[in-house]
């Protein structure tokens, strides 16, 4: 027999349980991160990782864009690459990356939920994500 | 140092945050719970059967995969959160969900996004998917099928044992 409306209190019921879970690891960890960035630690980094990105076919300057997305998320980075001039290849780059890896404490967090084993993704994802940077700027 | 403008950024951010999270959390777990009642939810997940045998994935495996390429990791996790509470998977199956869905989830909107800022929409989206797969097949079927060969070699011998015993 379908019943509606105790689906529907079941959802809502579920939905708040889930809600809150995600408050608990969203919020420690973004307030966390926004200290990082107001101290300046994120621009420190940026200044040390600059010539890597030479591997990548970038210019230096998208270390912000890469660390942004990897550390806050993929809508920071992308505010991050309109401020700079960037070309169609750098942003093809750019966004394959972020795309492999982006949030990594946010999402590591959230998937540490899943009982999976974070530490080896989060290295896997940071991995792919500089190989295949190193290699669309070889064949691109 | 400018205090007053950080909190300003955390709260506003913050809220911000929580209200988007909350405008897709609750009418999407409400949705699949509705969906469920209907039976919608199995017919879907069946479509996906064949291809998660691929990575030696059950068909309860096919919600979150679904859920996190729509919505996102942070959103598909209320799905994936439910499974594992109610134990539907093991270790290794966890795994290959968590290798996939880390390289490839939320790929519609991610895409979009870097294509409306002047990103190549078939490199981002393909190079993801394309490594998704391969990495989940890799470790699904070579780095796991040893325990698993190992563990059903195990109970065949324990089985014959048993007859030979019960002989």
């Known amino acids: 027999m379908i019943d509606l409306s105790n689906a529907l209190k079941r959802g809502f019921k579920k939905a708040f349980i889930t809600y809150l879970d995600l408050i608990k690891v969203i919020v420690p960890v973004y307030v966390l991160v926004t200290f990082f960035r107001h101290f300046g630690i994120i621009d420190y980094l940026a200044g040390i990782f600059s010539p890597m990105m030479q591997l990548f076919g970038l210019s230096g300057e998208a270390v912000v864009v890469l660390l942004t997305g990897y550390f806050l998320n993929l809508y920071a980075a992308i505010g991050a690459i309109s401020g700079l001039q960037l070309g169609i290849r750098e942003i093809t780059i750019l966004g394959t990356m972020l795309g492999l890896a982006h949030s990594l404490i946010i999402e590591g967090a959230v998937m540490k939920k899943m009982r999976v084993n974070v530490l080896t993704l989060i290295i896997l994802r940071i991995v792919a994500s500089l190989a295949v940077g190193i290699i669309l700027n070889l064949i691109l | ?167």
């Open chain 2, 1 to 167: 140092m400018d205090w007053s403008a950080m909190f300003r950024d955390m709260l506003v951010g913050n809220l911000d945050m929580l209200t988007d999270i909350a405008k897709i959390i609750f009418p999407l777990l409400i949705g699949i719970e509705l969906a469920d009642e209907l039976g919608i939810l199995d017919k879907v997940s069946q479509l996906f059967t064949p291809v998660l045998k691929y990575f030696n994935l059950p068909s309860e495996a096919g919600l979150p995969l679904i859920v996190s390429q729509i919505f996102g990791i942070t959103y598909g996790a209320g799905v994936i959160i439910r499974i594992v509470d109610e134990d539907k998977l093991s270790t290794e199956e966890l795994m290959s969900l968590g290798i996939f869905l880390a390289i490839c989830h939320a790929v519609i909107e991610d895409t979009l996004l870097f294509i409306a800022i002047g990103g190549r929409g078939v490199i981002m989206l393909g190079t993801r998917i394309l490594l998704a797969i391969s990495l989940t097949y890799i470790y699904s079927n070579y780095l796991v099928s040893d325990n698993i060969k190992a563990n059903s070699g195990l109970s065949q011998t324990a089985v014959k044992e048993g007859v030979r015993s019960y002989d």
